[in-house]
């Protein structure tokens, strides 16, 4: 006995229908679970990897429902499945090829030469490695630095362009007492002191697997020039390492993807 279908009522989706919404929405989803990754980096470090291995399986996910979708459209010829597809496999493909490289970049780290001191020695362009003092980071290409007659100042580079993008890295013995929380409160009392220097901001991070905190100075000249500093505080092996990061503050912009992948490089070494 047959039934009459209700008035506006629509036929479930077959598997493949929904395969081809899932292509589509999976890496959406993924790309909302890293956003929401970095920020949990700095609270919940070890909550990472497995929101990382949940992203990389919903981009998996969606790729194969991908292909599954397109297969079937192009076999049975129905358009309304090619469309999704098409724009789950564009997304899928994207992120995938995104996900290879940041992988080879990070293996090409882990094969960099290690010396018999055990003292990582980072390799290729870019790469300014100052044994002395145990550090490394990795400038732009057009920055060019300078090493200057200070016991703790011990780099400085200056962008090669007309935005006065600077980087300084200071290097403090200092005492076994002295921690994070000390050396910026140091630097909000001399912040605080001075008429012209205004704390903006601040937070904690994780540089080399070390613990990081940094604080935003906003800095405003006679000449009502305002300028923005970032200053990270790293402490290993009684030494506080001190990396300085400055822009006018109308071109912070543009400086914000070369600062962010300096920090990133950063790396503290084993003294040899």
Known sequence: MKTARLV??????TPVQQAARVAWLAPLLAIFIMQFTRRLQ???PGGVLIMGCIAIGM???GFGCAVWASATGLRHGHKRLLIPAAIGLAINGLLIASTVQSFIYVRQLAQA?????????PQGEGWYVDRENTFALRLHDRWKPQK???PQTVLIALAADSFNG??????INISPATTLDTLIAQQRQEADSEFYLDVVGGGKITVDGLPCRYIRIQRTDPQKVTTISDMYFVISAGRAYNLILTAPKDVCSHYKPIFTSIVE???VL???
Do not use: C, F, N, Q
Request: proline share 6%.
């Open 8 to 13: 506006g009522h629509k036929p479930p989706k």
């Open 42 to 44: 700095e609270e919940y």
């Open 59 to 61: 981009i998996l996910m």
């Open 113 to 121: 030469r290690v010396v018999d001191t055990g003292a990582w020695i």
């Open 148 to 150: 200057i007659d200070d």
């Open 166 to 171: 600077s980087l300084i890295m200071r290097v």
């Open 265 to 267: 490089s950063w790396r």
């Open 270 to 272: 084993k003294a040899e």
